[in-house]
């Protein structure tokens, strides 16, 4: 007598093949991507490697130094945006202390859970 299997979820569908074109896909996009950054950090630790045994080296990352100066562009701009909206508020100390204390209260409710 032969047996039937039991079905314990009719309504699910059985998992869909995976592809394996999308990690190779996405190696090959993020690998140019990173690779200039990949190239400076390793002529950033060529150089200190250099300097270590006694030869100085000039050393030039052209794709850090961008992304340094873009990072200090935003946070530049953040700062000013940030300070300008603060600055125009008149603090009153009435109203902005029982309101620190509420936001306080709050942030250690939530950290209990």
Known sequence: M???PLTLAPD???DR??????PILSLFVT??????ILRDAVALCYGQWRE???T???VRTPALDAIGERVGEVREDLRYHV??????????PRVVLPIIVLVMLLAMWILRF
């Open 17 to 22: 093949p995976r592809r394996k074109w999308l």
């Open 52 to 54: 270590m045994l006694g």
């Open 83 to 92: 300070s300008s909206r603060f600055q125009r508020v008149p603090w009153n």
């Open 31 to 36: 690998i140019p991507l990173l690779a200039p």
């Open 2 to 4: 032969a047996k039937t």
């Open 56 to 58: 100085p080296t000039d």
């Open 12 to 14: 699910l569908k059985p």
